[in-house]
């Protein structure tokens, strides 16, 4: 069984301020790693993802994720954030021999002017 | 193109009614997912069709949870003698095997509400 830990519920920041959003997860077998975003009254979107390659990854609007396969971790950042970026962030994987997604619980990123 | 859609995006029923939520995935893809979402959780899997056939139902939490999707794109899920902790949004998401295998695109989801 896979299980996935987002640590923080709600993170709450000053726009153009850094962020990261953590993300732990455990398996047995190797995994794909992903983060949506849900933006209010919407619904999940794809940010970025990891398969294989070079274990940093990036999106279209400045966030990152490195995968860290000692540590079991995911972490989310981005180094200035924008009032746009207020939405619920979840993180998923899925081992490479099953595509059902798990994911973590979600943190509620909200950035303040 | 259009992407995954749900309907109705908002149902409101009586315990022990049925129900039946649906999904229209993106043309074309092969594979579809349904998940439950409950207030203040991450999604939670339900089922996964390749195809017309389920590939993997382990996560229907019991016998009055059902889903098909015949003709290998509509998919319907099917709850009978709904109770009130059936309450959730209902996702669905499809994806294309073969390129891009591994990125499931969502609908908007189904609020169910259950009194």
């Known amino acids: 069984a896979q299980s996935v830990t987002q640590l923080d519920s709600q993170v709450p920041v000053f726009e153009e301020a850094p962020v990261e959003l953590r993300c732990n997860y455990s398996?047995?077998?190797?995994?794909?790693l992903f983060w949506y975003v849900q933006y209010p009254n919407q619904g999940l979107q794809l940010l970025l993802k990891y398969l294989s390659g070079s274990t940093l990854v990036e999106s279209i609007n400045g966030f990152e994720a490195e995968f860290n396969k000692s540590q079991t971790s995911f972490h989310l950042r981005k180094p200035s954030v924008h009032i746009s970026d207020t939405a619920e962030y979840f993180c998923a994987v899925h081992n490479t021999g099953r595509r059902a997604l798990t994911f973590g619980s979600g943190t509620r990123l909200q950035v303040q002017p | 193109g259009a992407g995954v859609s749900q309907t109705p995006s908002n149902k409101v029923t009586e315990k022990g009614k049925y129900v039946e939520l649906r999904c229209d995935p993106i043309s074309g893809h092969t594979a579809l997912y349904w998940y439950r979402q409950s207030l203040g959780q991450g999604p939670e899997f339900l089922i996964y069709?390749?195809?017309?056939?389920?590939?993997?139902d382990s996560g229907l939490p019991n016998d009055r949870f059902f889903a098909v999707r015949p003709e290998g794109s509509v998919s319907t899920l099917k709850i009978q003698r709904t109770e009130r902790g059936d309450s959730a949004m209902y996702l669905c998401?499809?994806?294309?095997?073969?390129?891009?295998?591994?990125?499931?695109?969502f609908g908007p989801g189904t609020r169910l509400t259950v009194l």
């Open positions: 398996s047995s077998v190797s995994v794909y």
């Open positions: 069709f390749q195809g017309t056939g389920a590939a993997d």
């Open positions: 998401a499809s994806s294309l095997i073969g390129t891009d295998t591994d990125t499931q695109y």
